[in-house]
Antibody, heavy 116, light 107 residues
Framework: EEQLVESGGGLVQPGGSLRLSCAAS????????MDWVRQAPGKGLEWIGR??????????DYAPSVRGRFIISRDDSKNSMYLQMNRLKSEDTAIYYC???????WGQGTLVSVSS | DTQMTQSPSSLSASVGDRVTITCQAS??????LNWYQQKPGKAPKLVIY???NLETGVPSRFSGSGSGTDFTFTISSLQSEDIATYYC?????????FGPGTKVDLK
């Protein structure tokens, strides 16, 4: 069974950093384009970034709201994807999901809270 | 950037009612549009892909139509388990964009 599992969320102060992980089972992430989507408490869904597949060099793209602060990376040996979040702001507080849009795979999400 | 508008923002309907939600893109996205169902505390679930294709395992009372800029999502006969928030997503061009969502509840 295909599964995506996010981890790494937690409470962080404004200006701090956090790294989220997305571990896959039942699928090979290196073959797939993968995305990150977030949802602030009580709000809608926001696409924040994409990593192309290995054949396309894992080239990333980012939403304007996180460009220059967030970095997506991969580790083929761990069949995983990461979201490095820097210079965090209170408005980054959200549940973060890793997603494979074409296949409809979503993780369960991990909560990031940015607060002093 | 492509902006997505979705209407209505919420609706109340009775079991058995036909429910229709619309999504409009600010530019042509051909058929690169998905519809998702999200229940409280859960991750979104893909319902319709490529505007009109029913995801495997999803009941046939769900359907989607449209292309270009105007899209429609329909539940032909609302069931209690369909109570959720529904989102459209355009994935034709980056940055991808979700509609603001439609909350469906029981009258």
């Amino acid at each position: 069974e295909e599964q995506l599992v996010e981890s790494g969320g937690g409470l962080v102060q404004p200006g701090g950093s956090l790294r989220l992980s997305c571990a896959a089972s039942g699928i090979t992430l290196s073959d797939l384009y993968m995305d990150w989507v977030r949802q602030a408490p009580g709000k809608g869904l926001e696409w924040i970034g994409r990593s192309r597949n290995k054949v396309n060099g894992y080239t990333p793209d980012y939403a304007p709201s996180v460009r220059g602060r967030f970095i997506i990376s991969r580790d083929d040996s761990k069949n995983s994807m990461y979201l490095q979040m820097n210079r965090l702001k209170s408005e980054d507080t959200a549940i973060y999901y890793c997603v494979q849009i074409l296949e409809g795979y979503w993780g369960q999400g991990t909560l990031v809270s940015v607060s002093s | 950037d492509t902006q997505m508008t979705q209407s209505p923002s919420s609706l109340s309907a009775s079991v058995g009612d036909r429910v229709t939600i619309t999504c409009q893109a600010s530019q042509d996205i051909t058929n690169f549009l998905n519809w998702y169902q999200q229940k409280p505390g859960k991750a979104p679930k893909l319902v319709i892909y490529d505007a009109s294709n029913l995801e495997t395992g999803v009941p046939s009372r769900f359907s989607g139509s449209g292309s270009g800029t105007d899209f429609t999502f329909t539940i032909s006969s609302l069931q209690s388990e369909d109570i959720a928030t529904y989102y459209c997503l355009q994935y034709d061009n980056l940055p991808f964009a979700f509609g603001p969502g439609t909350k469906v509840d029981l009258k």
